[in-house]
């Protein structure tokens, strides 16, 4: 087992006996920062199939998070107050299932990274960046100023989401659910990353002229691996929503997105881990320095300052070497 | 909708125009000399509002409150640039954006730890309050015609420094080609911190400057960044008549779009629904703006390059 | 004459008020090994870009296997069969030996489309590159890092990914560069052999090769096709010789 592989493990039986230590000492809040904890990683995980394996510098991913929790939130809404979303042509009910709002959330969130990509990657380098960035700020001011779902103050749900067979409103069970798809993504794109889809696209990141000079289209392998990972960030926005019961514009902003690439780069770029700890990292210092000052984003700003100027492999990187392992 | 009121939203959509070209005209010059991508340009904005708010609030003197928004914003602007800036040059895109994100954080932190998290206000001075009549019956706030007249007037500025001055031969050339001036003997290393400076204090002024028609508070430079960035995509990267031409498209599209598209609306739905459709619609015109853009250009309207 | 395999067709750009290439019109047998030589600067590397798709040319057409491929993409003209190999390296740097010619082989299979399996255990894809890595004789180096070769095992490794493709026809931008004396000559051979696969415009320095080589040579100079011809009438070409062989370098 290579040294990377290690720390995985350790990451994941981490992620296993933290909450169940809680559960057994009857400490729900730790179980929830946990799960918040790990549904930011499944957002960073997204992220990370377009920025990690595919080179593409998203600063709209906000974009996504922000389409899953509004589809878990207007789905929702429509449910606990018995009135349907659509009545004509064909009736469309709300819904409290959440395997159906998921469901949603990833086809909605995938149209959406569809269509910003197609324009997008049109372009490249900053000006992806930027245009991505925009495209992200344009859904916040529509949210803002869309009066259906809450506006500016959002839109609370009362009772969490059903899953078949589990009280999800029991922190432990619903955290048991966020933790099987975080595993389930992180096991689908490590096959992504080897995959022949996978072996192009990371081609694509080192040599665009190579790619095409094999006769592959970096647009198409691109735009797929954007629409993918804005799907996976939209899926971990509808259970953000839920763990919350709240959705509001925030998830939309540009700060968020610039936290999903925070998780990746504090944990390691391009590494399959990389978000789950920068995640689990960013969730810990939110609660220790958070409790210590309220000006603990100066101090994140500074180690984030640090990683990029001296660290650049993050976490993982100063654990594992800089080498990222090749099979 | 009468004449004058369009008038009115006209100006307004200039005057917001030209305080986007200030934002914008740094950022593209840092990018096209330097190629470095800067989030924190942002922060220089609100540095600069606040350092006037402050300056205002301790003389009363609203041109010394501008100075002291120049002076801070170059000042902030060179130190970062000489601490951490300039190590992120040769870095990728990534690395410069997350670099710049931190910067943001301790910026817009350390700004809240110092005059807390309630907004300051800046008022405008005596001699520019009131309304003024313009030819044709308008009436138009005096203080926004003078930003649009300073907004323009350092346009042209910017212009004759660019074309005309030695600063701006050394700055056309780092646009083209880096290894060039360096072997024509300029120091490289002091022209980038000069640019970055210059930069800032265009943000810190207007920072300073729309800081007292609006609340100066943490946060307020990102919304205006991010609009400079789709200026800068409708524009094109690296050219100041992009960044200007891009600016006052954007600024009368906003502002246009926010009183026009519910009044169209109207005609054909209730009031009510026609203000929300309006402006939910209007807030993603400009955006949808740079989509079409993008479409027609990739590189923008006046980009060379990709 | 048979019909070429590849043609240009009167191929000017312009970059500005630098003509880049003046009317350029030439073509590559079945069989053939074409070399373009000309002095720095004389739009060789302009004319490539031109042929393989990277640059449109302002007027003139580039015909491939009959059909006229001016307007398409690199990635469309190497599908029909345009297999390229650079000067200037342009591999997956990070990627191992084996990973980049088994890239090769799924750019010609075509559908790399493929989620979830190992793209190393593919069989089909495998193979192909590992035999092609073989012909080039990298076969010693299959696990190695990209970045870490020699710039002449680089030259090797362009080749082996141009030779998964199975094209129809070569480009070959300086495939010798790098290599010392044994290499260059394991290189002249496999060239040699190739022709008869598949023909190759070959873009060279090294003159020994290229007269070695050639069936016929073009030179460029300033853009334009100054000669064209077996390599006895190039040599004899008394253009050639002041244009030319005067400023060798």
Redesign the interface.
């Known amino acids: 087992m290579s040294r990377e592989t290690q720390i995985n493990s350790l990451i994941m039986v981490g992620f296993i006996l933290v909450p169940l230590w809680a559960w057994m000492t009857d400490e729900p809040f730790i179980i929830t920062l946990t799960t918040k904890a790990a549904i930011l990683a499944l957002a960073g995980i997204g992220l990370n199939i377009a920025l990690g394996l595919g080179g593409l510098v998203s600063l709209g991913h906000a974009a996504f998070f922000g389409i899953g929790g509004y589809a878990m939130g207007i789905l929702a809404s429509h449910a606990q107050s018995y009135d349907p979303i659509l009545e004509t042509p064909f009736l469309i009910e709300g819904t409290k299932s959440m395997i159906v709002i998921w469901l949603v959330a990833m086809i909605t969130s995938g149209l959406a990274a569809l269509a910003i990509g197609a324009l997008s990657l049109r372009t490249s380098g900053v000006y992806f960046i930027m245009i991505t960035l925009a495209f992200g700020q344009m859904f916040f001011f529509f949210s803002i100023s869309w009066p259906a779902y809450g506006g500016e103050d959002g839109l609370s749900i009362y009772v969490r989401n059903n899953f078949p067979g589990l009280n999800t409103l029991d922190p432990i069970q619903f955290y048991i659910i966020v933790f099987v798809i975080m595993a389930l993504a992180l096991f689908l794109t490590a096959r992504l990353a080897k995959s022949p889809f996978g072996l192009a696209l990371n081609a694509a990141r080192q040599s665009a002229t190579r790619v095409e000079t094999i006769g592959l289209s970096t647009y198409g392998l691109r735009l797929l691996a954007f629409t993918l990972s804005g799907m996976i960030t939209g899926l971990a926005g509808a259970l953000f929503a839920d763990l919350n019961r709240f959705v509001s514009p925030t998830m939309f902003s540009w700060q968020t997105s610039g936290e999903i690439i925070v998780f990746i780069i504090l944990g390691g770029t391009a590494r399959l881990f990389g978000p789950v700890v920068g995640a689990a990292l960013f969730i810990l210092l939110e609660h220790i320095l958070g409790g210590l000052s309220d000006f603990w984003h100066i101090y994140l700003g500074l180690l984030l300052l640090l990683i990029v100027l001296f660290a650049r492999g993050g976490i993982i990187g100063i654990l594992a070497g800089r080498e990222v392992a090749h099979d | 909708m009468s004449l004058i009121l369009l008038a009115e939203q006209v100006l307004n959509g200039l005057q917001l125009g030209v305080m986007l070209f200030l934002m914008a005209a740094g950022l593209t010059l840092v990018?096209g000399v330097m190629g470095l991508?800067n989030?924190a340009h942002g922060s220089l904005f609100m540095v600069g509002a606040f350092a006037a708010a402050a300056v205002a609030g301790a003389t009363g003197s609203f041109l010394l409150a501008l100075a002291a928004a120049l002076a801070a914003a170059a000042a902030a602007g060179a130190l970062v640039e000489l601490l951490?800036i300039r190590?992120l040059y040769d870095?990728d895109?990534?690395?410069q954006?997350?670099?710049t994100?931190?910067?943001?954080?301790?910026f817009?932190?350390?700004t809240?730890?110092v005059f807390g998290s309630f907004p300051l206000y800046l008022s405008i001075p005596e001699y520019l309050s009131g309304p003024i009549t313009l030819p044709g019956g308008i009436q138009y706030p005096l203080y926004r015609l003078t930003l649009i007249a300073v907004g323009l007037l350092i346009a042209v500025g910017l212009f004759l420094l660019i074309s005309r001055t030695r600063l701006g031969i050394q700055i056309r050339a780092g646009e083209n080609d880096r290894e060039m001036i360096a072997a024509l003997g300029v120091d490289i290393s002091k022209l980038y911190t000069i640019v970055f400076a210059l930069g800032a204090a265009l943000a810190g002024l207007a920072g300073a400057l729309v800081g007292a028609i609006q609340s100066v508070q943490v946060g307020m430079g990102?919304?205006v960044l991010?609009l400079a960035?789709?200026v800068?995509?409708i524009g094109g990267?690296g050219s100041i008549k992009g960044a200007l031409i891009g600016s006052i498209l954007v600024g009368l599209t906003d502002t246009l779009a926010g009183v026009l598209l519910p009044l169209l609306f109207s005609q054909f739905m209730s009031t009510s629904a026609a203000a929300?459709t309006g402006?939910?619609l209007?807030?993603?015109l400009i955006?949808i703006l740079?989509?079409v853009v993008?479409?027609m250009k990739?590189?923008?309207l006046f980009g060379a390059r990709? | 004459m048979t019909d070429p395999v590849l043609q240009t067709i009167g191929i000017s750009k312009a970059f500005g008020a630098l003509q880049a290439s003046k009317n350029v019109t030439l073509d590559l047998q079945p069989g053939e090994i074409h070399a373009l030589i000309g002095p720095n600067g004389a739009g060789k590397s302009t004319l490539i870009q031109q042929i393989a798709g990277n640059l449109r040319p302002d007027d003139g057409q580039v015909i491939l296997a009959g059909e006229n491929v001016t307007g398409l993409t690199t990635a469309q003209r190497a599908r029909r069969g345009l297999a390229r190999t650079f000067q200037i390296s342009a591999l997956a740097m990070e990627d191992t030996v084996l990973q980049n010619a088994i890239l090769g082989a799924l750019g010609a299979s075509g559908k790399p489309w493929a989620f979830f399996g190992a793209a190393l255990k593919r069989q089909d894809l495998r193979q192909a590159a590992e035999t092609a890595l073989a012909r080039v004789g990298l076969s010693d180096h299959v696990a190695t890092r990209t970045a870490e070769l020699s710039h002449g095992q680089r030259r090797q490794l362009e080749v082996a990914v141009a030779l998964t493709l199975k094209p129809k026809a070569f480009i070959m931008d300086e495939p010798m560069a790098g290599l010392g004396t044994e290499g260059s000559q394991q290189m002249t051979q496999l060239l040699h052999e190739l022709r008869q696969e598949a023909p190759i415009l070959l873009v060279e320095h090294d003159m020994d090769a290229v007269f070695a080589l050639a069936d016929r040579i073009s030179v460029l100079v300033y853009g334009e096709i100054i000669a064209t011809g077996s390599v006895d009438d190039i040599r004899r070409n008394p253009k050639v010789r002041e244009a030319y062989l005067g400023e060798e370098d």
């Open positions: 990018f991508i989030l951490i190590r870095r895109h990534l690395d954006v997350l670099a994100f931190a910067l943001i954080l301790i817009s932190e350390g809240r730890w990102e919304p991010i960035f789709v800068i995509v990267i929300s402006s939910a209007a807030s993603m955006y740079m989509a993008l479409i990739p590189t923008g990709a």
